[in-house]
């Protein structure tokens, strides 16, 4: 009492889990004031023609220079595996069954994107599949953080750094953009588990995807589908679409009808509809019975008029390896 309320908080962070729309839909449309939004992505993107990005884009010579295929000869089937960054970033699809089931349902051309040493070697053994052997994997945002590294790592950077003419981080950057591209020139498709990195890369080729979410139980319609051959029961590999793919267009939040909403509990999506419904019946209570009248300001039509002091600057260093 006396006191200000604090603005509703909204966090859409790629290693989080995902959030629930209806929440999402109910912290904006009824704050009073403002919203703090606290992101690095968003779940859902708006539709691109299949092959986007090459249309428009175009790889520079440094980054051609250290593909680790052909550029004629882009690889058909793509898998990327997001390996944790601790203990408290849970990702589905990394154990051992869902390996080897990976293994032997995918081609042994197979191209393998990881940000884990061991697991080039391990699929490679295993499967045969295809890897650029980096020797070590560098984070993009976080510039001390790697993932394991071979013991001549070090030797190595410095020496494809010097023969590159750039420094040994700028290799890191590359070699991370080169995992990048590799993804959008997948053939046939590409198959994740839950990333940002391989999910933009997908989303701007329009590129078939699922991402890996381990293994479950085949049910009656597997066996269906497969005309007998997987039996109720049998361990499959349990693969879903990409929730954020849409036909055309993504409505805005504040448009979409209330089944439409993602990741909601039941529970939330009934408190979302009173909370909408009792909104309504003040509006019409307060009507003035002047047609088109209404009182306040419209927040939900027409684009933002955003100050120009607060318009930032756009960061344009994704632009080195790529013209267009």
């Known amino acids: ?172 950057n590359l070699q991370l953009w080169s995992d990048w591209y590799t993804m959008v020139s997948a053939r046939t498709k590409v198959l994740h588990t839950h990333s940002d990195f391989s999910l933009s890369a997908i989303h701007w080729m329009n590129t078939p995807s699922q991402t890996i979410m381990g293994m479950r139980n085949a049910t009656r319609a597997d066996e269906e589908d497969s005309n007998g051959e997987v039996k109720v029961g049998e361990r499959v590999l349990d693969l879903i679409d990409e929730e954020w793919i849409r036909d055309g267009e993504t409505p805005r939040l504040i448009d979409r009808p209330l089944e439409a909403l993602k990741g909601c509990t039941e529970q939330e999506r009934s408190a979302l509809r009173e909370e909408i419904e009792k909104k309504a019946k003040k509006q019409r209570e307060a009507t003035t019975g002047e047609e088109g009248e209404k009182g306040g300001d419209d927040l939900t039509s027409g684009p933002l008029d955003i100050p120009s002091d607060l318009q930032k600057k756009v960061d344009t260093h994704q632009y080195v390896y790529f013209s267009p």
């Open 1 to 172: 009492k006396g006191g200000k309320v604090a603005a509703p908080d909204i966090r859409l962070i790629n290693y989080a889990q995902p959030p629930s729309e209806c929440r999402l839909r109910k912290q904006m449309e009824f704050a009073e004031g403002h919203v703090t939004l606290t992101s690095n992505t968003y779940p859902r993107w708006s539709h691109v023609s299949r092959g986007y990005f090459l249309t428009h884009y175009q790889p520079k010579p440094l980054l051609l220079s250290i593909l680790p295929w052909r550029e004629s000869s882009p690889p058909d089937v793509v898998v990327h595996l997001r390996k944790p960054d601790g203990n408290t970033d849970k990702r589905k699809g990394l154990d051992d069954e869902t390996f080897h089931a990976l293994g032997k349902a995918l081609p042994s051309d197979t191209f393998l994107v990881t940000n884990s040493i061991e697991w080039y070697d391990w699929f490679a053994k295993q499967y045969g599949w295809r890897n650029p052997n980096w020797h070590e994997v560098s984070h993009s945002a976080i510039r001390n953080k790697q993932w394991g590294a071979r013991s001549n790592a070090t030797a190595i950077a410095e020496d494809m750094a010097r023969k590159h003419n750039i420094t040994v981080p700028d290799l890191q």
